[in-house]
């Protein structure tokens, strides 16, 4: 059974910092990679980015690129989300998720993915 759990969610300025990170456990080798979604109210869940298990390969949504960092430590089965440069536009809720596709167009899309954390609530203010 494949467990994710997510932490490092809170309220922070715009401009500020802030590391999400996703603890993984009992992955099996349908396991590819591991993507991050979020969800603002009243809003469909959408693409982050992700990141291969293996390669460390990485894709961001443009809305994010040059921001945030996806990363991972294959030893302590962690992925993190390294987030610079907030605005007011990314708050939502953050979520981790695991998906056994491979390629960019399964891994943007978020029925591509098996396994889904709990979600941290990310909130922006000016």
């Known amino acids: 059974q494949v467990q994710l759990v997510e932490s490092g969610g809170g309220l922070v300025q715009a401009g500020d910092s802030l590391r999400l990170s996703c603890v993984v456990s009992?992955?099996?080798?349908?396991?590819?990679?591991m993507g991050w979604f979020r969800q603002a109210p009243g809003k469909e869940r959408e693409f982050v980015a992700v990141?291969?298990?293996?390669?460390?390969?990485?894709y961001y949504a443009d809305s994010v690129k040059g921001r945030f960092t996806i990363s991972r430590d294959n030893a302590k089965n962690t992925v993190y989300l390294q987030m610079n440069s907030l605005k007011p536009e990314d708050t939502a809720v953050y979520y981790c998720?695991?998906?056994?596709?491979?390629?960019?167009?399964?891994?943007?899309?978020?029925?591509?993915?098996?396994?889904w954390g709990q979600g941290t609530q990310v909130t922006v203010s000016s």
């Open positions: 998720a695991a998906s056994a596709y491979s390629g960019t167009y399964y891994l943007k899309r978020r029925g591509n993915y098996d396994y």
């Open positions: 990141i291969t298990w293996s390669g460390g390969s990485t």
């Open positions: 009992g992955r099996t080798v349908s396991s590819n990679a």
